[in-house]
T-cell receptor, first 114, second 112 residues
Framework: NAGVMQNPRHLVRRRGQEARLRCSPMKGHSHVYWYRQLPEEGLKFMVYLQKENIIDESGMPKERFSAEFPKEGPSILRIQQVVRGDSAAYFC????????????FGQGTRLTVV | KQEVTQIPAALSVPEGENLVLNCSFTDSAIYNLQWFRQDPGKGLTSLLLIQSSQREQTSGRLNASLDKSSGRSTLYIAASQPGDSATYLC???????????FGKGTKLTVNP
């Protein structure tokens, strides 16, 4: 049973470009979470999705950021018109159910905006 | 608003020593508390999950305790080894939501 798979592991984008980060949850997991880790800061919740639904996006910046988890395929975190402040490690986690089930994290995507 | 604090921010110990990492949280309405390990440039590895109804969990040389009334959790590492060197993160699964609230971590160095 493969773990949570994120790709790419490293992504470099120029200011103004778009970044697309992918996350495939563990097999059997239908709950996906995205977290961001800024340099020298702790991990911060961004968004919680179930298949085809955004359940909680209270941690997402209001502009330029969006997330989806389609019926088929991986979850996508999309950042439009990236700025230097978007440089961070973005982690995806999955769990099999709601209500505090154990969360399993991927290796992360390290985004660098130049 | 839930806040999670980890003390100390960094800890350096000689190999073989037993040690305790501390985690405190402000809101006791949690579903569970999870301890993770993060190696430099890597992802998070789940170490132990304590449900809100439990007092402790053990896995090998690791033991985690939870005291909701005082808003504290501890991670005890027995007979530390250089391979234990990493950043240890504590995260509270917030009641009424589906999110983990993380502390900033304790960076542990175990010296041979």
């Amino acid at each position: 049973n493969a773990g949570v798979m994120q790709n790419p592991r490293h992504l470099v984008r120029r200011r103004g470009q778009e970044a697309r980060l992918r996350c495939s949850p563990m097999k059997g997991h239908s709950h996906v979470y995205w977290y961001r880790q800024l340099p020298e800061e702790g991990l911060k919740f961004m968004v919680y999705l179930q298949k085809e639904n955004i359940i909680d996006e209270s941690g997402m910046p209001k502009e330029r950021f969006s997330a989806e988890f389609p019926k088929e395929g991986p979850s996508i975190l999309r950042i439009q018109q990236v700025v230097r402040g978007d440089s961070a490690a973005y982690f995806c986690a999955s769990s099999p159910r709601q209500g505090g089930a154990e969360a399993f994290f991927g290796q992360g995507t390290r985004l660098t905006v130049v | 608003k839930q806040e999670v604090t980890q003390i100390p921010a960094a800890l350096s110990v000689p190999e073989g020593e037993n040690l305790v990492l501390n985690c405190s949280f402000t809101d006791s309405a949690i579903y569970n508390l999870q301890w993770f390990r993060q190696d430099p440039g890597k992802g998070l590895t789940s170490l132990l999950l304590i449900q809100s109804s439990q007092r402790e969990q053990t896995s090998g040389r690791l033991n985690a305790s939870l005291d909701k009334s005082s808003g504290r959790s501890t991670l005890y590492i027995a007979a530390s080894q250089p391979g234990d060197s990493a950043t240890y993160l504590c995260a509270a699964f917030q009641g009424g939501s589906e999110k983990l609230v993380f502390g900033k971590g304790t960076k542990l160095t175990v010296n041979p």
